[in-house]
């Protein structure tokens, strides 16, 4: 099945160099011209016709729908309660092959990167060599396209951490109880559920050994602009396997990390993505079952107190294979990601699938303030290596217009390349640059075509403040330091969060309103920030939080009826 409409094509070739430096690596005006991601299955088939065709199936107690933070905290913490549990996830697994190909890589893109693309988004850079179609693949990316803005996702049995730059960081104090209902005990936080992701994930600072060697130089670099800007620092863990790093420097992997692969995933096996940890400590439960390539669709009140899912079995090219699925839970947990959730919910309220959700379902979103920046001019920074993320996060915490942070991240090699080639100052390094966003994006439903659509108000007053911040903080490194940003587009973000907000749509603990038995454990919890951090930590830690409190409170049982 194909979506009914492909967009106007505008190849890379027609993006100036002058537009190309303006808009940089993900330039939203390029960026439109690769197309609507959404899905053809979501543009065809509407409720009614699923739910006829779909087959009855088994009853299964709990069901996860995701994989990712959210999802691996509840499938483990589930298991663990003797609570047998079926995990439906859309894309596929991706062990870690002996050849050192399990992944594609930036300068060798192909179907593994993305989730059903025909062409990498990389093709705005204008190199005619990128532009090559790629096969329609269920691979670890997806693009969301929205109304005013396009979003990373992670695609996999992993979710969002097949493709993370592997940065674990937690929110400043001040900044989380600005954002988190006062309830949310930052010092619980900190003391509990913070620490147990952590040891579980097992991440851990870059070793100094490792941070001295050339590939991290760029590293090096900014943390030296940040101290020369008077900007306060502080290391951030990643969720990797160091001695893995260690081998590929020394020749006995495939060169990954230290060869700037990231969001693609690192082929040596470096990353602590979730499979290798929460998901395979749930399954070794002997109670959870994931069911990779399983797409949900619809989700609606079934008989008594069950909810009753209806997933599509997928092809690795995205076809539908065989009919629906229908399956049948008495708890449901909510875990595809702040879009998949809130599109999940969104249209099971328009549906009248779930009639009694509320008018808070589809709101209060934003994207963590999360803009990919570039920045050249600056001393050698050995730009293409040294991945999968930088080791530190620098905060403007007295910018007047509002707190800024930047965590630097890698600069994929023929990114890198392309800079040099389109003449841009040399020595570059990239970054996200973290604000506190207004939570004013919001969810729509096109009956028509049965599509929920993601809108970004990026032109409304309220963002520029924010907007102006990060520009602010920039403006003081560059000019500090005699560099120059070169790429600023907010338009771009990896980091989507809000929908199905605590305390609006879910109680505290991520129980939905008027739903006994249903619950949301993922990024959509959260109203549109995590502080000034990459938010995979905080959506794992309240996740652990929530299972605490739902498994105790909540008298879940593993019985059929
Ligand atoms: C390129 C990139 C780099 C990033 N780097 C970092 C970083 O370094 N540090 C950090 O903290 N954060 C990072 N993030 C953000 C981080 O990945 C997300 O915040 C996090 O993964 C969200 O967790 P989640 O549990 O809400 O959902 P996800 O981790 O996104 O998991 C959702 C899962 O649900 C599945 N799913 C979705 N819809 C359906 C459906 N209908 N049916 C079945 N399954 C479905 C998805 O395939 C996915 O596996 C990055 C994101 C991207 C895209």
Redo the contacts with the bound molecule.
Sequence with gaps: MRPSSRPSQRTARDVSRREFLRTGILGSASLAALGSSACAWEQLSTWAQLSASAQDSDFVPAIV???????AVAALRLGQAGISTLV????RRWDIRADGNTFATFERPDGRAYWLRDVPVDGVLGLPQLEKPIDRYVGV?EVVVGNGIFV?????V????L??????VKPRRELFERIFPREIDFGEMEDVYYPRVKGIIGSAPIPDDILATEYYRSSRVSLDQARTAGFPTRPVDLAIDWDIVRDEIGGLRVPSAIAGQS?YGLNSGAKRSLDHNYLAMAEATGRVEILPL????AIEQGHGDRYAVT?LRISDGGDVVGTPRRLTCKYLFL????I?TTS?LVRARATRALPALNDHVGRHWAANGDIPVTRGALPLTNAGTGGP?GHFIMEDLDNPLGPTSLVELVLPPHIAAALSLAGAPPHFANYASLGIPPAIGSFSYDAATNVVALNWPGTDPRVANFLAAAKGTLAVLDRSNGSLTLSFNPFVS??PLGGAVLGKVCDLDGRVEHHRGLYVV???LIEGSTGLA????T?AALAERSMDHILAEDHLRDQPV
């Design positions: 729908i995701g994989s990712g933070f959210g999802g439906l996830e859309r894309g990316l990373g996702a992670g695609a996999g992993g979710g969002g951490s493709v993370f730059n592997a940065i674990i969001f399983h797409n949900v669709v997933a875990a595809a990601g702040s998949g999940l993320a990896a980091h993922d990024g959509a990459n938010p995979s930590f959506i």
